[in-house]
């Protein structure tokens, strides 16, 4: 049997199917309906933010909080991120700048931000990276000096926090993910947390096609809708996360049992006064006896299927050819090529982690 690099956490069959019962009684599918309703709720006090609002997928969310925010021109973010970040900020017509990252935590280098601003910056978009959390402090301060706008990417960041405090409560809004892969999922599904309660009338308004009454549509939005199914899933989920959490904490203690103190592989560290969300177990070969990619197909070989998360940098893709350096980001550059995320969720098995890392050392 294979292992695959994750698994969706799902609550019992018969505790889903009780959720939407109700729906065949309602008819209510969709816009905004009362599992919707519940769910945003949850959500709220489950991050401890003050207002969230919920789309259908983590992409359509940060796509429309950058239209709402109204940016314009460049913004600041980092190549070492799934393909949504740097497309989201794209497909508003916006120019992405490329900052590198730190060695330590991936997350973007707080020290070479200010070095990148210029009269046509309007935004940073750090990226929390395996819940690894951005140096939330630093970056508040730059962009109150420069009047910036902050919109954390947290799709990796489910239910993290930074001394007591929510991480969905830094910046002027951050995009949850709840796709289907994600320590929390809705099946696929996705948020906006954000400080200013004037912002989710906007955003309701953006992802129902920018109707604001029967006979009114008075911005050009999308359709981002979160159905009742998905928000029914998210909401029986939601019961169940801390001990979710709690079964992925056991898994990264047993890989680190395992890899710890191994010449040429190097572990995450901690981060003071963050509480961990368990999300990913990234792995870095730098000097080891077998590259990350040998690596990968010694485990593939066995059918275990580890990911290469990030590779390649957003800035090298396709799309984007000849229009980024992606010299410019050496340390991303490095770390996509010897950085490899090894199979994590709730239910795998101790024994199995063993086996991987046997493969691994051996």
């Known amino acids: 049997m294979s292992i695959q690099v994750t698994r969706p956490s799902m609550a019992n069959m018969d505790e889903y199917m009780e ?159 709840f796709h289907a892969t994600k320590v929390f999922n809705t099946i696929e599904g996705g948020g906006v947390t954000y400080l200013d309660p004037l912002i989710k009338k906007k955003l309701d308004v953006m992802k129902n096609f920018g109707i604001t009454g029967p006979e009114s549509v008075e911005f050009v939005g999308g359709n981002g809708k979160m159905n009742e199914f998905q928000a029914a899933m998210g909401i029986c989920n939601l019961r169940h996360i801390d001990g979710e959490i709690g079964k992925r904490k056991r898994v990264v203690e047993r890989y680190y049992s395992n890899l710890k103190d191994i010449e040429g592989i190097r572990l995450s560290g901690e981060q003071e006064g963050v509480t961990k969300n368990y999300g990913y177990m990234p792995v870095v070969f730098e000097g080891y006896k077998k590259s990350r990619d040998e690596v990968f197909e010694a485990l593939k070989v066995q059918n275990i299927f580890a990911r290469k998360y990030f590779y390649p940098l957003t800035s090298s893709f396709d799309c984007y050819r000849d229009k980024y350096n992606v010299e410019d980001t050496p340390i991303a550059v490095n770390i996509s090529k010897s950085v490899m995320t090894l199979p994590l969720y709730a239910d795998l098995a101790l024994d199995d982690v063993d086996r991987i890392c046997d493969i691994i050392k051996k």
């Open 19 to 177: 959720e939407v019962k109700d729906l065949w009684v309602t008819s209510w599918l969709t816009n905004m309906g009362y599992k919707h309703e519940a769910l945003e709720a949850g959500l709220s006090k489950y991050l401890n933010v003050p207002n969230i609002t919920l789309f259908t997928n983590g992409h359509l969310a940060l796509e429309s909080i950058i239209a709402v925010l109204g940016l314009k021109g460049e913004v600041i973010t980092t190549p070492f991120t799934f393909a949504s970040t740097t497309h989201a900020i794209v497909r508003n017509g916006l120019e992405p700048v490329f900052c590198d990252i730190n060695p330590l935590d991936y997350t973007m280098d707080v020290d070479k931000v200010e070095g990148l601003i210029t009269e046509k910056t309007s935004a940073i978009i750090p990226v929390h990276v395996y819940g690894h959390v951005c140096h939330v402090d630093k970056l508040d301060q730059i962009a109150k000096k420069y009047n910036l706008k902050i919109i954390y990417d947290a799709a990796h960041a489910f239910g993290v926090t930074v001394n007591g405090q929510g991480i969905g409560s830094f910046g002027d809004a951050s995009m949850f993910s």
